[in-house]
C-alpha cells in the first residue's frame, strides 16, 4: 500500500522560513516524479514545485527563488524548503508522487500523479 505522509507546515510570520517533507511507503523516488501542489480555501489546486527522477525541476512564477524542491532517494523522503514566505502561499500543501519511469511532462500537471498526501497547513501572517 502506496502512502505519502507530510510533515513540516505550521504559522510564520511574512518573510520566515518552512521546510515541508514527504516521507514516502510502498513506492521508490526514483520510479517516479514527485511534486508539490497547494491548495488555498476557495481556490484551484496548483502545482508549486516538481521534480524528475534525474533532478530536472520546475517551479509556479510566483515561488521562483523562494522555494526549492529537493528529495533524499535515499531515505524516500522529499523536501521542500519554503524561504521569504508571504501570505499568499498560506495553503494546504500535499505531496504527489506519479509519472512514467520517472519523468512527468509537464512536472507540474495535476493528471501526472496518482499518489497523493494527505496535506499539511501552512499559514502565513502579515
Known amino acids: 500500500q502506496v502512502q505519502l505522509v507530510e510533515s513540516g507546515g505550521g504559522s510564520v510570520q511574512a518573510g520566515g522560513s518552512l521546510r515541508l517533507s514527504c516521507a514516502a511507503s510502498?513506492?521508490?523516488?526514483?520510479?517516479?516524479?514527485m511534486a508539490w501542489f497547494r491548495q488555498a480555501p476557495g481556490n484551484e489546486r496548483e502545482g508549486v514545485a516538481g521534480i524528475d527522477s534525474n533532478g530536472g525541476t520546475s517551479y509556479i512564477d510566483s515561488v521562483k527563488g523562494r522555494f526549492a524542491i529537493s528529495q533524499d532517494n535515499a531515505n524516500n523522503t522529499l523536501y521542500l524548503q519554503m524561504n521569504s514566505l508571504k501570505p499568499e502561499d498560506t495553503a494546504t500543501y500535499y505531496c504527489?508522487?506519479?509519472?512514467?519511469?520517472?519523468?512527468?511532462?509537464?512536472?507540474?500537471?495535476?493528471?501526472?500523479?496518482?499518489?497523493w498526501g494527505q496535506g499539511t497547513q501552512v499559514t502565513v501572517s502579515s
Open positions: 510502498g513506492i521508490t523516488y526514483s520510479n517516479y516524479c
Open positions: 504527489a508522487a506519479g509519472g512514467r519511469d520517472g519523468y512527468c511532462y509537464p512536472r507540474l500537471g495535476a493528471y501526472n500523479y496518482f499518489y
